[in-house]
């Protein structure tokens, strides 16, 4: 019976070995799997198939539109929108497994297609094949094309997810899917608005590495999802500006293959820049596409050239020469200049007034519920602006017209810009206009110092930020910079762009301050912009710090029985020294005697 046993046993597995020889030297029609590898989503890529267990790809010889979308099809994705050729999603590594592939549109998998013998090609890997298709998955009302709500297919058309079990496991899947960069909230409670759509999926329930959201289980159909109930991400962006005057202007960069690279300019138009634009969340009227290095050269790779953009979603699936495949220098790195997706209105300068925002090619307010100096810094540095200077509430500067649309706005702090911030969504809320929120904004900022009291000045004037010429710069002139910003006015004017070459134009020249004023502009100066200086001779300031040491005594009286000089009593210190730090830049420290004791009893002194 053993021997039986072991002798079945020993068949079974003699099949299993046959059934796998055949399945991986044959043609492996169910065996093989297909990917897109290096796209902008995981439905876009270089592609390859695993045979004889090992990934390959495929050669670009008679790859066309007929092929590409029978890769579509079998991924699951939307219909191919482009058959890419010349290794356009990068070169692939290991064999490349098929050539001239003759697909007839109407089959489910690439390997049915007719094709010349696995493996029997010339190719390199400068001809490997990739697709473009319609994703199966879409983000709608986000601040860019890496956040909004969640939605995925349903019936022909379009439908939401419902927002139940939702958490950053399940976003970081659709971001990986939608070709962005890492999760960084994953949204519940209709963030992103309501939508007239059914649900099309609920209990979602990822464990993070799948590379789409159909493959996460999950319930559908959907019973009941109510329209407060919806799901939404925001996702790290994989493009950025760089050295603008705020966040959407400046020099354009693409994230691609672990590393932050440049656009070359050649070819680079208003329709390259309006996509880059619309893909930041900025607006895309009134775009100028700049050349030349105009925010300053760049480092790294120069990923993209030739770029020829239409109504692409993004740069990354704009026509190109390829990645990595160009001559430019960073001397012709692109960028561009948006309509920005935030303004101040009603100010007295371009640092100051009521804040709008741009959301569905609309400006509207933002409500002062909890709005406060975190969330007003935000606004100034995405402005281009200096240090807030104040939170303005109650309409301060006037009421706005339109949409509320964001409310319970709760910055950090630290980010880049204020739609980045918690807050309530974009939805109605209870607010109305005579809550609009404003900010005022310093126009004097010093930079490339060791902290925001040193380093080389600049103003804004007329828009524009520049630098101070050095000619009769002294402490005095100093003295009113560092009291302008907050710092402590003992200063040390600094000369021969002692902090490094600033940007812009020189604007001030022979400022001749007496020490009383209290900006920078209210000093005597030779005119605006009337300087033959050159940034050579940039003038910096260092607010210096001036320390006073306190000496005194605590006198505490003890409960009966009671020692201060046990915990309880190193307690008590320790919150009068929080309570000092909390109040203003003060610190609090006691001497400790070689016996241990801190406290000791006052002798009485005779009347």
Known sequence: ????????????????LLSYTVL?????NTAALVRLVNGSSSCSGRVEVFYNLQWGTVCH????????????????????TEAKKNAYFGQGSGPIWMNKFHCVNTENTLMTCQADNWGSTSCGHDKDAGVICEAKTQLVNGINSCSGRVEVPYDGQWGTVCDNGWDLSDAAVVCREMGCGDVIEAKTGSYFGHSSSLSSMDYVNC???ESTLSMCPSQTPVTFCSQSNLAGIFCHSLVRLVNGSNSCSGRVE???????????????????????????????????????????????????????????????????SGWGKQTCGHEKDAGVICEPHIRLVNGINSCSGRVEVLHNGTWGTVCDNGWDLSDAAVVCREMGCGDVLEAK????????????WMNDVMCNGSESTLMSCTSAGWITNTCTHNQDAGVSCRLIKLVNGLNRCSGTVQILHAGQWGTVCHDNWDTTDASVVCRELGCNNHAEAMLNAYFGPGEGQTLMNNVQCTGEESTLEDCAFGGWGNSPCG?????????????????????????????????????????????????????????????GKIFYTREKTAP
């Open 24 to 28: 991986s030297n044959g043609l492996p």
């Open 207 to 209: 464990v993070g590495s």
């Open 254 to 320: 693409v994230f691609y293959d672990g590393q932050w690279g440049t656009v070359c300019h050649d070819n680079w138009d208003d329709k390259d820049a309006a996509v880059v634009c619309r893909e930041l969340g900025c607006g895309s009227n009134g775009v100028l596409a700049n050349k030349d290095a105009y925010f300053g050269q760049g480092s790294g790779p120069v990923w993209l050239n030739g770029l020829d953009c239409d109504t692409d979603s993004s740069v990354r699936n704009c026509k190109s």
């Open 1 to 16: 019976m053993c021997r039986n046993m072991m002798y079945s046993m020993w068949l079974v597995l003699l099949l299993i």
């Open 535 to 595: 940034h050579e001779s940039d003038a910096g300031v260092i607010c210096k710090e001036v320390g006073v040491k306190l000496q005194f005594r605590i006198e505490v009286k003890p409960n009966p029985g009671d020692d201060p000089n046990n915990a309880d009593g190193k307690i008590y210190l320790e919150k009068i020294k929080e309570k000092l730090q909390a109040n203003g830049n003060f610190t609090l420290s006691w001497k400790t005697q070689p016996d």
């Open 393 to 404: 509430t109650g309409a301060y500067y006037g009421q706005g017209s339109g949409s509320v």
């Open 61 to 80: 010889d008679d790859w066309d539109l007929d092929n590409a979308i029978v890769v579509c099809r079998e991924l699951g994705c939307g219909r191919a």
